[in-house]
Each structure stands twice: as structure tokens, then as C-alpha cells.
């Protein structure tokens, strides 16, 4: 167990609709991190917060959204789904401290389906 | 532009084989981290390595070793003896040492070790 804790893990849901996605980091984490892993484009990089600000941006399309509360969870919105949008959406946190940033632990996922 | 390549796609043996996942790279950084994970069917990424730029040792942690070769920006994984259990997708993954820390990942290599 990573310490990371994603919900839901599992979603269905129909095109054109919005769905938030959950991710509690370890304890004493700062930084979270998202990444989509789907068939087409492997695993990529979405975006990253730090203590609640915006850190670093990776191919996050505009119709998605995230952001990270005063106790460090985060969430990331997704609207106007699309079925290409349906993927394998990780969490990965790690304590935000130079170097130690290299130290991302993973969430179990959540596998969204756009039908 | 920072990339991982790992140009096996599928690779099966018979239990007991040794196996060699390749991993190429490419940075213009001089210092970065390298990394393995494991993904087993269930859909969880498994830390299994990170190597800093400068350490060029080559390790090895129980059936598993890892050989890091900056001249040729490798950092290639065998296993010793697979087991049904290695069963899994390998990603190999590269983090550029800017703010953020993020990992770029390779497309990953599905190793399939029969009984």
C-alpha cells in the first residue's frame, strides 16, 4: 500500500458529462501529481500542485482541471467527456523537497469509461 | 526534448529464462533520475528502481539487476530466472531535474512468462 489513496476506482459515465476524481496523498506529502495512462497515448504527465499552487503542466487539455485543497488533497475535473477520454487516471504524491520530489508514490488508479 | 524509448513491445519466455528489458534515453540534462515500475494486471504502478545520473553501478536487488550505461544512455532490466509472477508491463522513465520533477515515461515493455 502506497499510503495514496484515489476514489473512486471505478467510473462510468456518457459523453458530454463531468466527473471529479479524488486523490488523498501520503500523509505529510505536498506534491501530487496527475498522469492518464490510456491505450493511444501510454503514460503521460498532466499536471502537478505543490502546497496548493500550480507547480508544473504536462498535455492537460483544456476541458480538464485540477487542484489541490488546504489539506493537500487534490482533484482533478474532467468536462465535456469524450470517449477518448477514457483511461487510467493515476495519483502519485511525494514530499515536494528538492530531490526528494524523485520519490513519487502511486495510487491504485481510476479507470474512467466514457460510453 | 526529453524521451524514453523502449522498443520492445511484448516479449514471452518460459519460466526460468533470463530476460532483458531495454530501455534507451534521451536528455540534455546532466543530472536526472531513471526509473523502473512494474504494472501487474490488477493496474498499480510498483516503484521498482530510481538511479541518479552520476551513479553508474549497476545493481542488483534479489533476481532483478539493472545496467546503466550513460555512454549509450541505456538503463536496461533483467530478470533472472522470471517467475509466472513477473508477469506485468515494465515502464521505464526518465525525471528532467527542472521544478517539477515529473516523470516521462517510456511505452512500456508487457512481459509474459509462461509456466
Known amino acids: 500500500d502506497s499510503g495514496v489513496t484515489q476514489t473512486p476506482k471505478h467510473l462510468i459515465t456518457a459523453t458530454g458529462q463531468r466527473v471529479t476524481l479524488r486523490c488523498s496523498p501520503r500523509s505529510g506529502d505536498l506534491s501530487v501529481y496527475w498522469y492518464q495512462q490510456s491505450l493511444d497515448q501510454g503514460l503521460q504527465f498532466l499536471i502537478q500542485?505543490?502546497?496548493?499552487?500550480?507547480?508544473a503542466k504536462g498535455n492537460i487539455l483544456e476541458r480538464f482541471s485540477a487542484q489541490q485543497f488546504p489539506d493537500l488533497h487534490s482533484e482533478l475535473n474532467l468536462s465535456s467527456l469524450e470517449l477518448g477520454d477514457s483511461a487510467l487516471y493515476f495519483c502519485a504524491s511525494s514530499v515536494g523537497r528538492g530531490q526528494k520530489d524523485t520519490e513519487a508514490f502511486f495510487g491504485q488508479g481510476t479507470r474512467l469509461t466514457v460510453v | 526534448a526529453q524521451k524514453v524509448t523502449q522498443a520492445q513491445t511484448e516479449i514471452s519466455v518460459v519460466e526460468k529464462e533470463d530476460v532483458t528489458l531495454d530501455c534507451v534515453y534521451e536528455t540534455r540534462d546532466t543530472t536526472y533520475y531513471l526509473f523502473w515500475y512494474k504494472q501487474p494486471p490488477s493496474g498499480e504502478l510498483v516503484f521498482l528502481i530510481r538511479?541518479?545520473?552520476?551513479?553508474?553501478q549497476n545493481e542488483i536487488s534479489g533476481r532483478y539487476s539493472w545496467n546503466f550505461q550513460k555512454s549509450t544512455s541505456s538503463f536496461n532490466f533483467t530478470i533472472t530466472a522470471s517467475q509466472v509472477v513477473d508477469s506485468a508491463v515494465y515502464f521505464c522513465?526518465?525525471?528532467?531535474?527542472?521544478?517539477?520533477?515529473?516523470?516521462?515515461f517510456g511505452s512500456g515493455t508487457r512481459l509474459l512468462v509462461r509456466p
Open positions: 500542485y505543490y502546497n496548493g499552487e500550480e507547480r
Open positions: 522513465a526518465l525525471t528532467p531535474m527542472d521544478s517539477s520533477y515529473k516523470l516521462i
Open positions: 538511479r541518479n545520473s552520476f551513479d553508474e
